[in-house]
């Protein structure tokens, strides 16, 4: 197939309708025609639905349940697959992009209790955390013979925390960290955390919502605390506009998509000094640093 500029395809999709021409041709030319705007047959839609869920691990837990830590940690792992679907899940910019983003809050985590840990003791909040790798990852990198960095990573989903906890004791940190099982807005905090950590939440949810969140988890921060949040931004839309195309055909999965200036005025409007901005390296997702005003 030659590379279609006009619909800004990226290697990882025409690497996947080469495969989908051999395997089945019916769903290939389903997808593009649909993803162009053309009328589908509800049968073949229907068959190419049922593919999907069949050969995918990735595009099935999606389906299943568009929150769970499953799709974020298949992308973190980059685990070799038999399946053309979750390989092009893997290899798309969108798929890339979640690992650049983990990297990228790793790093800039890293910084910010440095920059605390001068003050003494950190005490990290990772809401909506699934496992929690990103805590994880640093604690093993850069804190695992401390005792002065802890973290409490607050999940609805018992597994994702079971799993975090294997994750911890096999990297040895399981020490440093606190798995609770519930709503992160409805957690009452013993002690007021230095650090919020707030990743993949906010971004299918409308501003006035993401306002409401940033405002109820202020609370949970020490006055001098600093909150850490990220969202999707228009260029992932720009770049990757199939892989946007294929999570909302499949899960209905619909990203609002913000610029820095519409992040940073959530953050004021949610009562936080936005500090600063940074992405992944893809410029898929937009973190924001900001900490409490008065």
């Known amino acids: 197939m030659e590379k279609d500029k006009k619909n800004n395809f990226d290697e990882a999709a025409f690497q996947l309708f080469k495969e989908l021409e051999k395997e089945n041709k019916r769903i290939k030319d389903f997808l593009i025609d649909n993803y162009r705007g053309l009328p589908?047959?509800?049968?073949?839609?229907?068959?190419?639905?049922?593919y999907f869920i069949?050969?995918?691990?990735?595009?099935?837990?999606?389906?299943?349940?568009?929150?769970?830590s499953l799709i974020t940690e298949f992308l973190y792992e980059r685990l070799p697959s038999k399946s053309i679907l979750d390989n092009y899940a893997l290899n798309s910019k969108a798929g890339r992009a979640i690992r650049a983003r983990l990297i990228a809050v790793e790093d800039?985590?890293?910084?910010?209790?440095?920059?605390?840990?001068?003050?003494?003791e950190v005490l990290i909040g990772n809401l909506g955390s699934g496992p929690g790798r990103d805590v994880i990852d640093v604690f093993?990198?850069?804190?695992q013979n401390s005792s002065n960095v802890k973290a409490v990573n607050i999940d609805k989903d018992v597994i994702a925390l079971k799993r975090g906890?294997?994750?911890?004791?096999?990297?040895?940190?399981?020490?440093?960290?606190?798995?609770?099982?519930?709503?992160?807005?409805?957690?009452?905090?013993?002690?007021?955390?230095?650090i919020i950590i707030l990743v993949g939440i906010?971004?299918?949810?409308?501003?006035?919502?993401?306002?409401?969140?940033?405002?109820?988890i202020k609370g949970f921060l020490n006055k001098n605390g600093c909150l850490i949040a990220s969202n999707v931004t228009n260029k992932m839309q720009e770049e990757d506009p199939f892989a946007c195309y294929i999570m909302d055909w499949?899960?209905?999965?619909?990203?609002?998509?913000?610029?820095?200036?519409?992040?940073?005025?959530?953050?004021?409007?949610?009562?936080?000094?936005?500090?600063?901005?940074?992405?992944?390296?893809?410029?898929?997702?937009?973190?924001?640093?900001?900490?409490?005003?008065?």
């Not at 589908?40 to 049922?50: G, L, N, S, W």
């Not at 800039?108 to 003494?120: F, Q």
């Not at 936005?274 to 900490?291: A, M, P, Q």
Request: with cysteine; glycine share 6%.
């Open 140 to 143: 093993s990198n850069y804190y």
């Open 40 to 50: 589908a047959d509800p049968q073949i839609e229907e068959e190419a639905h049922e």
């Open 165 to 194: 906890k294997r994750m911890a004791s096999i990297k040895k940190v399981d020490h440093l960290i606190n798995f609770v099982q519930g709503s992160f807005l409805k957690y009452v905090p013993e002690k007021k955390f230095d």
């Open 250 to 294: 499949v899960a209905n999965w619909r990203f609002v998509y913000k610029s820095e200036e519409e992040l940073k005025k959530i953050f004021e409007q949610a009562g936080y000094q936005w500090k600063r901005g940074f992405t992944d390296s893809y410029g898929f997702h937009l973190i924001g640093v900001g900490t409490p005003m008065p």
């Open 108 to 120: 800039e985590l890293h910084r910010v209790i440095d920059d605390y840990c001068t003050k003494g």
């Open 54 to 68: 069949n050969n995918s691990v990735f595009f099935s837990a999606m389906a299943a349940q568009n929150a769970s």
């Open 202 to 216: 906010l971004c299918t949810l409308q501003s006035e919502v993401c306002i409401s969140i940033l405002k109820t």
